[in-house]
């Protein structure tokens, strides 16, 4: 696949067009009263043996958490047998589509000393529903994308950024339910719809993420994937705004700018490693530098892998991933 995006000259200083990227006025006041309605539900954190298969190496714990309106959302929580705490916490968020998998799936962060709370995605994951069709309102094309694009506060991606935010609470949480974790090493991860939800728990955790690890982020400046990109999600947009008056494309956009990583990326306050693919056509390589130049805190890098899609660096990239948080103390 040829480079269909800008040069990577430009894409280094690249934060996207300041009026097709426009700030929502009310975008803090909005998170703030999303995670303050979400409060209002004890966070009630369950947890479990694993029945699956044993794994004598590893700590294996299901967890059920109250999500956005109480909903619960699962999770694993697995962690090295051997190694004593208390240890550092990954908390791992998943990929467009999907959901936490097996224990067996989720070995290696806990083989590097973490414990690692791995996450599912409400509507995606098999194991956590996104039960209140209701309130998404409205008509929507296939997929997750447009479920409420109408408004903000219908929107789907509202309920599963602050589910994430949830997340980090459940972290800071297992001291207290008998986990020897230390809560000021708490870093969040993950790649493509993953990489923007660890930009949306940073965003919206303040200081209780030490750091952010963010591999070719989806739902960064979602108006230009909308024009560039060649598959994926972003294409569902294009379909909806397809069979919609021009009047419901900027009220799409106006939704969709309040869960945009480039915007929320400036409210992020640690230290972050990005990753970004240069042909990669679901998440095109400008929308991921906009919200790497626009993110909040000075000591950040980025990974650019030039000839590499949307898999990103793959195995190369945790290895960098794992030297990053080396250097900070982290691990």
């Known amino acids: 696949m040829p480079l269909t995006d800008l040069p990577l000259d430009e894409l280094r200083t690249y934060r996207g ?8 006025a009310d975008l803090d006041a909005f998170w703030a009263g999303s995670l303050a309605q979400a409060r209002r539900h004890d966070l009630d954190v369950e947890l479990t043996p694993c029945t699956g298969p044993a794994l004598p190496a590893l700590h294996v714990q299901d967890v059920r958490f109250a999500g956005w309106g109480g909903d619960r959302i699962a999770a ?4 090295p047998a051997h190694l004593p705490g208390p240890l550092p916490v990954v908390v791992e968020f998943i990929g467009y589509s999907g959901g936490r998998g097996l224990p067996v799936d989720r070995t290696a962060w806990a083989a590097a000393g973490f414990a690692h709370l791995v996450v599912d995605t409400r509507g995606q994951g ?9 309130v998404t309102g409205g008509q929507w094309a296939r997929g997750f994308m447009t479920k409420g694009i109408e408004d903000p506060r219908t929107y789907y991606y509202r309920r599963a950024l602050v589910d994430c935010a949830r997340a980090v609470d459940v972290a800071h949480a ?22 923007a939800f ?11 993420v030490a750091a952010a690890l963010v591999d070719v982020p989806f739902l960064c400046h979602v108006r230009r994937g909308t024009h560039v990109a060649g598959d994926g999600p972003y294409l569902e947009v294009v379909d909806y705004l397809r069979r919609h008056s021009p009047e419901n494309v900027e009220r799409a ?6 869960v945009d990583g480039a915007n929320l990326a400036s409210r992020a306050r640690v230290p972050a490693l990005f990753s970004v693919a240069l042909m990669d056509p679901v998440c095109p390589p ?13 000591d950040r890098e980025i990974d650019v892998w030039e000839f590499a899609d949307h898999a990103g660096g793959i195995g190369f990239q945790v290895q960098r991933q794992l030297r990053f948080l080396d250097r900070r103390g982290l691990r």
Request: aromatic share 6%; glycine share 10%; proline share 7%.
């Open 17 to 24: 067009d300041d009026t097709d990227l426009a700030e929502p």
């Open 76 to 79: 694993w929580l697995v962690r």
């Open 126 to 134: 098999h194991d956590t529903p996104d039960p209140d069709p209701d």
């Open 174 to 195: 297992l001291p207290g339910l008998g986990i020897e974790v230390d809560t000021s090493r708490i870093v969040v991860r993950g790649g493509s719809q993953g990489g």
């Open 198 to 208: 660890s930009i949306a728990a940073a965003a919206l955790s303040g200081d209780r």
């Open 253 to 258: 956009f106006a939704t969709l700018a309040h």
């Open 286 to 298: 400008s929308t991921v530098f906009a919200a790497y130049n626009r993110w909040g805190h000075e």
